[in-house]
């Protein structure tokens, strides 16, 4: 990979060893390990010294040469650029070890090359089933499955309600572990070769637990667990690189003997940053399966830089949300990190184009740079949203520099992405509760976050609760259709209104859409202490929150006209005024109906009549006369004293 300069000096060589112990060093720790997978699989052929070597210098590295290979394809290093340093070890004649510099293409005047973006997944996925069953292992496609795959024996079932690109890292997984010889180290050499094959191909990594390597290191060799580790690491580059070759050979036998797809044009990659000539994105004849894949990159890539983020960790703290963080709630949080186009070299440098980039709207073209790209998405804490079957369709980034003036900032329209049409949160809990017992709409993407932590007491009574949030905009009829697609007969809808002027204009909006819910109750909570539910649950803890909520819980129609008669009369109601008994009547009367639809008359009567300092019955006579006719409410008619 690299060629023989002159020797270095001794003491060049002696800090460079020096900084290859530090990198081995690197790797006792979860965020070293996963570094060293990460540029391991930026740069196929490299020996484990190399990559621990850039791991450690220059880890967003992409491609790497010596200034004479620079020279020789016609490209200039900048000056004042410093290069990494590489050992290249003796060659036959019994030399001693050199260094050797190399310079990263960010530190040249060219661009990335370009390289071929998996734009279908579904050739992948059929090249690694075909070299499993060369391997012996039979992969069949298969319903109902509660996880992504299910291994036994020489049989691999992979979930058929899943998208390819999440279950085909766990048949990479096993395929690794077919390869590998066997021994105790097989299980983090096939883990880690997933990892790596998954990055290259845009697939989504399988969830292996591992401990730390320092854990697993000591337990493969307690004598010398950092040889143990660089052991292994050397395994696993071997195994990537041998399978990558596979990959890459069946995958380039299937495309000389398919027709050539139609599909959109790709821009050329230009000088940095990368440049289009048009740059408008086409939803309507983008490759979907792309967005998707690129999407799921993405969200990687986020993932990846959220144990870094102070700034995100500390907003999560305030918001009671810390444990989102974590891998089990199913949430994917990830942060986008400050500057222009580190996503975008990322993912061109996995092999997505710049137009399956400006279609998946994870970049944009620059109106001042002559069409330059860069990332949409800077300096933000980044929630996915899914698609109903599972996939990644956009995003919503919370901006964390304090400096923007959107503080949520959503994916925009794409083929598949329509902020109407989806909610945050609602596929990864369906796939983790299924049918749930009720489900809860909030505001935003912390709400949901932070009532999911609080109603997960619930689920000690057998309640279980999707929480879920507009990506926003205001509930829309869309919406409410996904979610009653999802319900069982008796699941309850639950509404939930943030304390301010916003959640009252909130529930104006989310209200003739919500009393038409076709299952079980239809009812109204909120905060009251607090202006939302991330702000209860980070002052008074996930239990006290669910007392606070559940306290608050009033059907829905019984909220609407508190909410309608506080509109109609602002500074009190007159009950010897004919004209305000008159529209008291009138601003009942439709919720009154709803809360005939649901059962909750009585309920509805006691409250807008202690609102108007008046007796139930006459607001009821009120009401039927208002209607002119006789009593509209089934059943015997209301008490009256």
Request: net charge neutral.
């Amino acid at each position: 990979m690299t060629t023989r300069t002159h020797p270095g000096s001794r003491t060049m060589v002696h800090a460079t060893m020096l900084t290859l112990r530090l990198a081995v060093a690197d790797l006792a720790s979860t965020q070293g390990w996963t570094r060293l997978l990460d540029v391991a699989a930026r740069h196929p052929g490299r020996s484990v010294n190399d990559v621990l070597l850039i791991a450690r210098q220059c880890p967003d590295a992409t491609e790497l040469a010596t200034y004479d290979q620079w020279r020789a394809r016609g490209v200039h290093v900048r000056r004042g650029e410093r290069g990494l340093a590489l050992l290249q070890p003796p060659d036959d004649t019994g030399g001693a070890v050199d260094v050797v510099k190399v310079f990263d293409i960010t530190q040249t005047n060219a661009a990335p090359s370009p390289r071929q973006p998996t734009h279908d997944l579904v050739p992948v996925v059929a090249a690694l089933a075909a070299l499993a069953g060369r391997a012996g292992l039979t992969v069949k496609l298969r319903q109902g499955l509660p996880a992504a795959a299910h291994a036994d024996g020489d049989r691999l079932d992979l979930a058929a309600n899943l998208p390819i690109s999440a279950t085909a890292g766990h048949l990479v997984h096993h395929l690794a572990q077919r390869m590998l010889p066997p021994g105790p180290a097989r299980h983090v050499q096939a883990a880690g070769t997933a990892q790596i094959i998954a990055r290259r191909f845009g697939l989504q990594p399988p969830d292996v637990a591992l401990p730390e390597p320092r854990r697993w290191a000591e337990t493969l060799h307690p004598a010398a667990p950092d040889q143990a580790v660089v052991d292994c690491a050397a395994a696993i580059i071997s195994a990537a690189d041998h399978l990558t070759g596979r990959l890459r050979h069946a995958l380039h036998r299937a495309a000389a003997t398919a027709p050539t797809p139609s599909g959109p044009a790709r821009i050329p990659a230009q000088r940095r940053p990368d440049r289009a000539a048009a740059v408008t994105p086409d939803a309507q004849t983008a490759d979907r399966t792309a967005l998707y894949a690129a999407n799921a990159a993405a969200a990687a890539f986020f993932t990846a830089h959220l144990p870094a983020s102070r700034a995100a960790a500390a907003y999560l703290r305030s918001r009671g949300i810390a444990t989102a963080a974590d891998d089990e709630g199913g949430w994917q949080l990830g942060v986008a990190p400050p500057g222009g186009d580190a996503l975008l070299r990322h993912l061109r440098a996995l092999g997505f184009s710049a137009r399956v980039l400006l279609d998946a709207g994870l970049v944009a073209a620059s109106r001042l740079h002559d069409g330059g790209l860069y990332d949409l998405f800077r300096d933000r804490l980044m929630f996915p949203i899914h698609a109903p079957d599972g996939q990644i369709a956009g995003f919503t980034g919370r901006d964390l520099s304090g400096r923007s003036r959107a503080k949520f900032y959503n994916t925009p329209a794409t083929a598949v992405f329509r902020k109407s049409e989806l909610l945050h949160g609602l596929a990864p809990q369906l796939r983790q509760h299924g049918v749930p017992s009720q489900f809860v709409v909030v505001e935003g993407p912390t709400d949901a976050i932070a009532a999911q932590l609080a109603y997960a007491g619930l689920a000690r009574d057998g309640v279980t609760t999707v929480t879920v949030a507009p990506c926003g905009t205001a509930f829309t009829a869309a919406q409410l259709a996904l979610l009653a697609a999802n319900a069982g007969p008796d699941t309850s809808l639950i509404m939930s209104f943030d304390a301010d002027d916003a959640g009252a204009r909130a529930l104006d909006r989310a209200y003739p859409l919500a009393v038409t819910w076709p299952h079980g109750r239809v009812l109204g909570t909120g905060p009251a202490a607090c202006k939302d539910i991330a702000a209860l649950l980070a002052a008074r803890g996930a239990d006290e929150a669910l007392l606070d909520l559940l306290a608050a819980e009033r059907p829905l129609p019984l909220l609407g006209a508190e909410r309608a008669l506080a509109t109609a009369f602002p500074e009190g109601f007159h009950a010897d005024w004919p004209e305000a008994r008159v529209r008291a009547n009138r601003t009942v009367a439709p919720y009154l109906l709803d809360a005939v639809r649901h059962g909750d008359v009585d309920l509805l009567l006691q409250s807008a009549a202690a609102q108007l300092g008046i007796a139930p019955h006459e607001l009821s006579q009120g009401v039927v006369q208002h209607f002119g006719a006789t009593n509209p409410f089934p059943g015997p008619a209301p008490h009256r004293p």
